[in-house]
């Protein structure tokens, strides 16, 4: 028995040695806000604000963490906002638990268990009958000025099931609860009681390749979808210890958002939301704070991450990045381009959806909205009627096959070496 519990202090005191080794050397250094600013991009006049959504407290049945300790967590990692969301109840809205909380914006929505899923409500104000068909859910979320998000779509204990809804803002691109739960059990146990948090949740990290492929073809059936990363933390406690804790799961991914203002209200968090202003990243390891990705004619920006704009021949995509990464391009769905670098300037020949990935380490870093080029009014035919979106088709396949320009972008500075990366 001594003999076991000896080799079981060696092993854990190695594997955490080992975690360690591992985040010092891939960590980033933390760059001062000043200095991430590149004069190699031009200004957009959004403000970056940095946040944590789908957060579980002991307002949700199955949460450990209190209220309390979501704030502490918040305020010492400087997050701009975040958003509880506990299964089936607005509680915290009732207590009065809405507002600042020092520095931290906090916000309350709520997670609703329907019979086809789980689905994120945000600004909604009245309790909501969960056994109601998802789209009458969907509507009524609308009808109390709200927004929704269909929730990790692939998590195999609450699958979405239900596809040909409409009227939903978005769906979780990311969300780690599913990224770490779908792991090995036994091993998710045992790394979880040895190995520092941070490295271990690190090791698990995967690009979310169903999610991303859904979210794809959701912007092809209904023109436009906002992707979201969301953290589900729900810190549990156990024998004194503390699993998936709200430090760890605040970090492993952020959402932000770009706000037209240096101050930050609710309202401006919701429209953001609505607008696609998003982008996400996990931050275990770099921070993403200052990431740009914008659509440009010459030096003047005509549009941002979640934007739609009229193609014209001068347009390009610009990107600057707070650390050098491997980036992809991507398409309708489809990786048009890659590169290695901070900047990326790349000329697009054509009306598309574009979206952007970025990897460290070959890890999942940053993944950014669409911007939208729809069709000059010139090409695009007859004008839809009242309220239709242009939607691109609903077939990826009648899609022009990429130019070659897009398949070797230039660059504004110099990081113009096209690699072949599998995201
Ligand atoms: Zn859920
Ligand atoms: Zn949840």
């Given at each position: 028995m001594r003999r076991w519990l000896w080799l079981w202090t060696v092993g854990c005191g190695l594997m955490a040695a080992a975690g360690c080794a591992v985040i010092s050397h891939l960590r980033s250094p933390r760059l001062p806000p000043d200095a991430?600013?590149?004069?190699n991009i031009p200004d957009d006049g959004y403000h970056d604000f940095v946040g944590a959504i789908h957060i579980h407290t002991t307002y949700s049945h199955d949460a450990h963490g209190r209220f309390e300790d979501v704030v502490r967590v918040a305020n010492a990692q400087r997050l701009d906002y975040c958003i509880l969301t506990e299964h089936n109840n607005l509680r915290p809205l009732r207590d009065g638990k809405q507002g600042w909380h020092g520095m931290t914006l906090v916000l309350v929505g709520t997670e609703l268990s329907t019979r086809s899923g789980h689905y994120l409500a945000f600004n909604v104000h009245e309790e909501i009958d969960r056994y109601q068909p998802v789209q009458d859910i969907i509507n009524e979320v609308n009808r109390q000025g709200g927004l929704g998000f269909i929730a990790?779509?692939?998590?195999?204990?609450?699958r979405w099931k239900d596809w040909t809804v409409t009227g939903f803002t978005g769906i979780e691109a990311y969300n780690v609860a599913h990224d770490t739960l779908d792991e090995n059990r036994a091993r998710l146990v045992f790394w979880t009681l040895t190995a520092p948090a941070g490295p271990f949740y690190f090791s698990i990290l995967d690009r979310p390749y169903d999610p991303l492929a859904k979210w794809d073809e959701m912007i092809r059936q209904h023109g436009r979808v906002v992707g979201i990363g969301s953290t589900d933390a729900h810190e549990f406690h156990l024998w004194g210890l503390k699993f998936a804790p709200y430090e760890v799961m605040f970090q492993i991914v952020r959402t932000h958002l770009l706000i037209p203002s240096e101050t930050l209200t609710a309202d401006a968090v919701y429209d953001a939301f609505r607008r696609g202003h998003v982008y996400f990243a996990i931050e275990l390891v770099a921070e993403a704070k200052g990431f740009s990705f914008l659509a440009a004619v010459g030096t003047r920006v005509v549009g941002v991450m979640g934007d739609e704009i009229a193609f014209e021949p001068t347009l390009h995509l610009m990107t600057w990045l707070p650390a050098p990464a491997q980036l992809t391009l991507f398409q309708d769905g489809r990786s048009i381009a890659t590169t290695i670098g901070q900047n990326w300037d790349i000329p697009v020949t054509e009306p598309g959806v574009y979206r952007l990935e970025a990897f460290r380490h070959d890890k999942p870093w940053i993944f950014s909205n669409p911007i939208y080029v729809r069709p000059a009014p010139s090409q695009a035919g007859p004008a839809p009627s009242a309220g239709e979106r242009p939607a691109v088709p609903a077939d990826s396949s009648q899609q022009p096959a990429a130019s070659e320009n897009s398949q070797t972008p230039s660059s504004a500075d110099g990081n113009d070496a096209s690699v072949p990366t599998t995201p």
């Open positions: 991430m600013r590149t004069p990790h779509p692939y998590f195999k204990n609450a």
